[in-house]
């Protein structure tokens, strides 16, 4: 048997462990893990010097854009990014123009993405306004619901709690996670409207109309409409100790709740605001120390169960207004999570077993990845390589995102990403996209 590739003189994270080890690819999946010795003949041969093996990064959190926000980033654009990044998995989120909400513009979105992904793309939809229409949205192949609960973007009205619970009844039926914004509409509005009111235009502003109660009240209330209903939540870029508090008392009284955090929640504070300037603005704002100290106790326990990068690209003119409530609030991040996460595995900050659990593993089994999140016999070969001791500079205006800022650039950075692997095959390699367009997987979640 000749199989498409193997790659020897690797060592692999394989069952918890680095061995080393050769890996053969046959069909877009892993053939054999084993000695290079046992290994079949193959048509290509990857000699990886030593240099580790991770599954792929599974992204759950990823503004694609395209369509009427092209301008932002398109499919390949943000796919590249992916890819650059080592993230072979991204789920796409729905706030686009036209807002995912529907069969129709979901099946859209899926035919304009098929042409131009490079990585595998997974597709949220919003709600929509008749509940009747969750199942078409779930039949065409959404992999999840998400609920921005800040501002309506669907079609379900956020401030109604019947009509919020039948929506997650439904969605709990069809097995469809829902993923939620976690922010208090009417505390938001009330605390803007003050700071306008008030003349206050400032990034402290910003930081007070997001004050930590908004994030709170929010995730109580979903917890507390949830309960019966049988949805499995999982609340975004948690930022608060207060707000992952109230998950971990959910998780404990048996509500099907997961979080997630992002890594600059997790790495840059408020205090530091002045260095980072606009590029930093993001919704949920930076937090301070308390928070960071929390969120990391949440991470290293166990508590956190997903790394996402929240990829909320915009123009940079966009970013550029002297008034706070101007600008558009997000970070590129596709491209700076895994080599940041290397970095800090590298000073020990947190062990190589519960980064991969936090960027491969369990946004796998959250989602319903089956096929996909582990390094194993069987399983897709979504495959990153990265060489842990090269030490390297971030530097945005190399990113592959048409966003070209980073609050992270000019850091320093240890674990350089050398190549990814897609279903098998080479999409990046040496910093360059070297497949084409539309070689990415567009995942319906009943195709996975
Ligand atoms: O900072 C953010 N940017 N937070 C959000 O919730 C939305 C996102 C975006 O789409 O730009
Ligand atoms: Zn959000
Ligand atoms: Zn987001």
């Known amino acids: ?27 877009g999946e892993v053939f054999k893990i084993g000695k290079e010795t046992q290994m079949p003949k193959a048509d290509q041969r990857f000699v990886l010097n030593k240099s580790l093996v991770l599954p792929g990064l599974i992204d759950p959190h990823v503004h694609l854009r395209d ?31 036209p807002v995912t909400m529907s069969a ?3 099946g859209n979105r ?41 501002k309506q973007v669907g079609g379900l009205g956020i401030n109604d709690d019947r009509a919020v619970e039948g929506a997650l009844r439904k969605a709990g039926e069809l097995g469809v996670p829902v993923a939620v914004h976690a922010e208090d509409e009417k505390e938001l509005k009330k605390n803007e409207e003050k700071m306008r009111r008030s003349n206050r235009h400032d990034v402290s502003a910003f930081r007070e109309a997001h004050e930590e109660i908004v994030e709170l009240k929010a995730i109580e209330r979903l917890l507390r409409i949830t309960e019966k209903t049988g949805a499995a939540l999982h609340f975004c870029h ?34 530091d605001f002045g260095r980072y300037g606009m590029a930093a603005v993001t919704i949920p704002p930076l937090r301070g120390k308390r928070h960071i100290k929390a969120l990391w106790n949440g ?73 996909r999140g582990l390094l194993e016999e069987g399983k897709k ?34 674990g350089k990403l050398l190549k990814t692997f897609v279903n098998g095959r080479l999409v990046m390699e040496d910093d360059e996209i070297v497949e084409k367009a539309g070689c990415g997987v567009a995942i319906r979640r009943n195709s996975v």
Not at 119 to 134: A, L, Q
Not at 299 to 318: C, K, M, Q, T, Y
Not at 341 to 368: H, N
Request: charged fraction near 25%.
């Open 1 to 27: 048997m000749i199989v498409d590739s193997v790659l020897v003189n690797a060592k692999a994270y394989f069952k918890r462990e680095i061995v080393d080890c050769a890996i053969a690819i046959e069909n």
């Open 67 to 97: 369509e009427g926000k092209a301008y932002k980033e398109d499919f390949y654009t943000g796919t590249a990014a992916a890819a650059a990044g080592g993230v072979t998995t991204v789920l796409d989120m729905p706030n686009n123009a």
């Open 104 to 106: 129709e513009t979901l």
């Open 110 to 150: 899926i035919k304009i993405a098929k042409k131009k992904i490079l990585v595998n793309v997974g597709f949220y939809s919003e709600f929509p306004i008749e509940p009747k229409g969750i199942r078409d949205i779930v039949d065409e192949g959404a992999v999840a619901f998400k609920l921005f609960m800040g």
């Open 238 to 271: 948690i930022t608060t100790e207060e707000g992952l508090s109230a998950i971990i008392r959910g998780k404990k009284t048996g509500r099907l709740a997961t979080c997630e955090v992002t890594p600059h929640h997790l790495l840059l504070s408020s205090d």
């Open 299 to 371: 991470i290293l326990n166990g508590w956190i169960d997903v790394l996402g990068s929240d990829h909320a690209p915009h123009a940079f003119r966009e970013k550029d207004a002297s008034s706070i409530w101007d600008v558009k609030a997000g970070i590129p991040g596709l491209e700076t999570t895994l080599p940041l996460v290397m970095s800090l595995v590298m000073k020990k900050r947190i062990s190589l077993d519960r980064a991969v659990s936090l960027l491969s593993e369990k946004p796998a089994e959250i989602f319903g990845l089956k096929d």
């Open 381 to 414: 070969a979504d495959l990153v390589v990265v060489d842990l001791k090269k030490k390297f500079k971030i530097d945005a205006s190399k990113f592959h995102s048409k966003a070209k800022y980073s609050p992270f650039d000019g850091w320093e950075v240890q």
